[in-house]
C-alpha cells in the first residue's frame, strides 16, 4: 500500500466532487436542511390542545374547573358547546381534540358526597396526543379537587387531610422531558447516514458508466488502496457535515452537551467509516449510478428512521423486529449519542455500541474488498 | 377527439410495455411498499407498555408491599431488578438497565398509619421524555388510586362519622374513535399518504427525465403527438400505480392489521384521485427541472423530504413552531391524512371532509398547470 497512490485517488475524488455542483450541494445543503426541518418539525410535546367544554350545569364549581383548564399551558378552550352532538361535530371537524362534559349534578356531588367525575372525551385517532392530553388533563381536575379539598378545610376550619402517598418524581438526563433534547441527537446520525451513503454510492458506479474504470485498473493502484483514497474525501465531508449538525444542535437547538468531544469525534469517525464502507460496497455491487443511490436511499432511510430507536422506543417492537434493528448500523449510534449529549457518558459506558460499530466497519470493509474483486473477475 | 385518444392510448401501451419487460422496476413496486407497511405496522409505535422498573423497598411493611404489588400487576411496568440500596437503584437508571425506579424510604407505613403524607421517591431516566412523560402518568394514576383506596378505609376505620373524607374528582377518560390507544391504528393508514408520494413522484419524474436522458424524447417530440398528450400518456400509467398501491396497503392495513374501516370507499377512493393529481405534479415538474436521472434523484429528495415532514405523518403538526405549521398548508399529504384517518377511523364522509378535498384539489391543479407549463417550456 502506498500513500502517494491513495493521495493520487484521493486528490482526483475531491476535484470531481468540487467540479460537480449537485454533489456539494448535497453534502452540504441536506444536512442544513434535515436539521431545520426535522429539528422543528419532530416534536412531540404537546401545548395549547383546542379543548371544548359542555359544561352541564353552569355553576360557579364547574366554572371554576374550566377556568382551572384555560389556566393551563396544556389546553386552549375554544369553544362552549350546549348538547352531546355538538361535541361530536367538533371532534369530526378538527375544531377540538379534547371535550371536558361536567355533568348537571357536578357541584350536588360534590357538596353531598365529596365525590365526583368529569368526562373528558378525547380524540384518539393521533393515540400519542391521546394519552398525553388525557394525563394533563388528570392533572388539571387533580389540582382543582385539592384547592375544593383546601377551601373546605378553610370554611370548616379543621386541618386539611393529605392525599396518603405524595410522589416526589426526579427526572434525569433531560430533566425538562423536551422532546427536541430527546429526537436531536438521533437526527445527527440520520442526517450523516444518508449523505455518506449517497456521496459514496455514487463514486465507483460512476467510474463504470463512463468507462474510466478500465483506465483506473490499467494503473498499478491496488483495491486497497482505490477504496481508502476514493473514501478520505468523503470522510472530510463527512466530519465536516458532522460539525454543521452539532452547530445546529448545541447552538440553534439548545441540547445540552454533557459528553467530551473526544467520545463524540471518535465515535462519529467510527461510524462514518460504516456508512461510507455501505456506500461504497452499494456502489461495487450496482454498476449503474442510479441505481446504486436509489439502493443507498432505500437501505438508509426507512431503517434508520424506524429501527433505529431515535424516536421509536426499540423496547416497545415485537422480539422479531426488536432483532431486525441489530443489524441497523444507526441504533448503535443513536445509543452512542444520546448517551453523549444526556448522560454525559465516556467511552468505558458505552464500551458495547462501540465494539458493534467496530465489527460493523470491519465487516463491510471485508466484503467491500471482496465484491470488488469479484466485480473485476 | 379520438385521434386524441388514440394518440394518449400509444404511449399509454408503451410505458406500460417497458413497465412489463424492467423486471426491476417490478420488483420496486411490490417489495417496498408491502415492507414499509409492515415495519411501519410493527415498529412505529408511541405506546409505553411493560416499563423497566427498579424498586427498593427499605421499609419492609404491609403497605410499601401492596403499593409495589399494584405497579407489579399493571402491564404498564415491569420490575426487572429488586434493589437493596439507593445507590444500587440511581444505578440501574445511570446503566440504562431500568427507565423508572422506585424508592420507598424506611418509615412509610408509620406516616400512613398516623394519617399523614407519605413520600413515594420516582427516579425516572428521562433521555426519552415522551416515553417518559407517558410512564410518569402511568405511575400518577396507580399511586392516587392506591393512595385514594387506602384513605378511605383509613378514615373510615379511624373517624366513621365523617367518613366523607377527601374530595375526590374523577376523570373519566372516552378515547374516541381508538379506544383502545392502539399507535397501529394511527401509523398504518398513514402509510398509503407517504409511500404513494414517494413512489408516484419517484416513478414519474424518471420516466420522463430518462427519455430525456437516452434522447428518444426527442423522437417522440417529432411524431405528431402534442405535448399535453406525452404527458397524459406518461402520468396515466403512474396513476394507476397509485390507485393499485393505495388498494394494497388499504388491504394490508384492514385483513392483517386489523385497523378498521368505518367510513366510505368511495370517499377514499375520490381523495386518492385528486391527491394523485398532485403527486404526479410534482414528479412532472421535477423532470422539468433536470436533464440526467442523477439529478433527478436528488431533486426528488429535496422536495419529497419536506413535504414528508411537514405532513403530520407522524409527529403533530400542532406542535411545530408557527412559521412550519403555516408551510404545511401547502402540503398535499397534509390534507390526503386528514381524508385517511377520517375515513379509516372516524368514519365521516364529505360534509366534514369537503374542504381537504377542495385543498387538495386546489394545489394539485395550481401544480398540474404549472408544472405542463414548464414542460412545454423545457421542451424548446
Known sequence: MKARRISAIAIKEVLQVWRDPRSLMMALLVPVMQMLLLGYGVNLDIAHIPTCAYDEEASPDSIDLLKHFQASRYFHLVANLGSERQIADAIDRGRCKLAIVIPADFSREIAMTRHASVQAIVDATDDNTATLATAYARAVVQGYANDVQADLALRLAQAPAPAAIAEQSRVWFNEDLDSRNFIIPGVVALVLALVGAQLTSLTISREWERGTMELLLSTPVTPMELMIGKLLPYFAIGLVDAGICLGFALFLFAVPFRGAFATLLFTTSLFLIVVLGIGYLLSVLIPSQIGASQMAMFATIMPISLLSGYAFPIDQMPAAIQALTYIVHARYYVTILKAIFLKGSGVAALWAPIAALMVYAAVVALLAARAFRRQLA | ?380
Not at chain 2, 321 to 341: A, G, K, N, S
Open chain 2, 1 to 380: 377527439m379520438s385521434e386524441l385518444l388514440h394518440r394518449i392510448a400509444q404511449i399509454l401501451v408503451k410505458e406500460l410495455l417497458e413497465l412489463r419487460r424492467d423486471r426491476w422496476a417490478r420488483f420496486r413496486l411490490i417489495v417496498p411498499p408491502i415492507v414499509q407497511v409492515l415495519v411501519f405496522g410493527y415498529a412505529a409505535t408511541f405506546e409505553v407498555f411493560g416499563v423497566s422498573t427498579t424498586v427498593l423497598d427499605l421499609d419492609h411493611s404491609q403497605e410499601s408491599r401492596a403499593l409495589i404489588a399494584s405497579f407489579e400487576d399493571s402491564s404498564r411496568f415491569k420490575v426487572v431488578r429488586v434493589a437493596t440500596t439507593q445507590q444500587d437503584a440511581e444505578g440501574t437508571i445511570d446503566r440504562s438497565q431500568a427507565a423508572i425506579a422506585l424508592v420507598i424510604h424506611p418509615g412509610f407505613a408509620q406516616l400512613l398509619r398516623k394519617g399523614q403524607s407519605a413520600p413515594l421517591q420516582i427516579l425516572v431516566d428521562g433521555t426519552n421524555s415522551n416515553s417518559a412523560l407517558i410512564a410518569l402518568g402511568y405511575a400518577d394514576a396507580i399511586v392516587s388510586t392506591f393512595s385514594q383506596a387506602y384513605q378511605s378505609d383509613f378514615l373510615y376505620r379511624t373517624q366513621p362519622a365523617s367518613a366523607a373524607g377527601r374530595v375526590e374528582i374523577a376523570l373519566d377518560d372516552r378515547p374516541w374513535y381508538n379506544a383502545s390507544l392502539n399507535s397501529r391504528w394511527f401509523f398504518v393508514p398513514g402509510v398509503i399518504a407517504t409511500l404513494t408520494l414517494v413512489m408516484v413522484v419517484n416513478l414519474t419524474a424518471f420516466a420522463i427525465v430518462r427519455e430525456r436522458e437516452v434522447g428518444t424524447l426527442e423522437q417522440i417530440m417529432v411524431t405528431p403527438i402534442r405535448p399535453f398528450e406525452f404527458v397524459a400518456g406518461k402520468t396515466i400509467p403512474f396513476f394507476l400505480v397509485g390507485l393499485a398501491l393505495v388498494s394494497i396497503i388499504t388491504l394490508v392495513g384492514t385483513l392483517w392489521f386489523e385497523v378498521p374501516f368505518r367510513g366510505n370507499p368511495l370517499v377514499l377512493l375520490l381523495g386518492t384521485i385528486v391527491y394523485l393529481l398532485s403527486t404526479l405534479a410534482v414528479g412532472l415538474a421535477i423532470s422539468t427541472l433536470c436533464r440526467t436521472q442523477q439529478q433527478a434523484f436528488a431533486t426528488n429528495f429535496f422536495f419529497v423530504n419536506p413535504m414528508f415532514t411537514l405532513s403530520g405523518f407522524s409527529f403533530p403538526i400542532a406542535s411545530m413552531p408557527p412559521v412550519m405549521q403555516w408551510l404545511t398548508y401547502l402540503d398535499p399529504v397534509r390534507y390526503f391524512l386528514v381524508i385517511i384517518r377520517a375515513t379509516f377511523l372516524k368514519g365521516v364522509g364529505l360534509e366534514i371532509l369537503w374542504p381537504q378535498l377542495l385543498a387538495l384539489l386546489a394545489i394539485g391543479g395550481g401544480l398540474m398547470s404549472l408544472a405542463v407549463l414548464r414542460f412545454r417550456k423545457s421542451l424548446d
